[in-house]
């Protein structure tokens, strides 16, 4: 389970975001998969945050995400970009 936040700190939330973002670079797909499966609601923050990772890693949940979700197809092309990072 991701650690959650009330939205009225903003502060707080902007830190759990960029924590989640470094985990998400320093992470390999093995160890992002146990954090997309307990949630439907932790594997879309994961992938929120992984757009703005320019690594391969990345590109490769979100591709994994959008794949198990069938996300809206304006998001779609937002991934695609990440995996040419």
Request: hydrophobic share 45%; charged share 30%.
């Given at each position: 389970?991701?650690?959650?936040?009330?939205?009225?700190?903003?502060?707080?939330?902007?830190?759990?975001?960029?924590?989640?973002?470094?985990?998400?670079?320093?992470?390999?797909?093995?160890?992002?998969?146990?954090?997309?499966?307990?949630?439907?609601?932790?594997?879309?923050?994961?992938?929120?945050?992984?757009?703005?990772?320019?690594?391969?890693?990345?590109?490769?949940?979100?591709?994994?995400?959008?794949?198990?979700?069938?996300?809206?197809?304006?998001?779609?092309?937002e991934?695609?970009?990440?995996?040419?990072?």
């Amino acid at each position: 389970m991701l650690a959650r936040t009330p939205d009225t700190d903003p502060e707080l939330v902007y830190a759990l975001r960029l924590a989640l973002k470094a985990f998400v670079a320093a992470s390999n797909l093995e160890e992002l998969k146990p954090a997309r499966g307990k949630s439907a609601e932790d594997a879309e923050r994961i992938a929120d945050v992984a757009v703005a990772v320019a690594k391969p890693i990345a590109a490769d949940f979100l591709l994994a995400h959008l794949e198990r979700t069938q996300i809206r197809r304006n998001t779609r092309g937002e991934f695609a970009r990440q995996r040419r990072a």
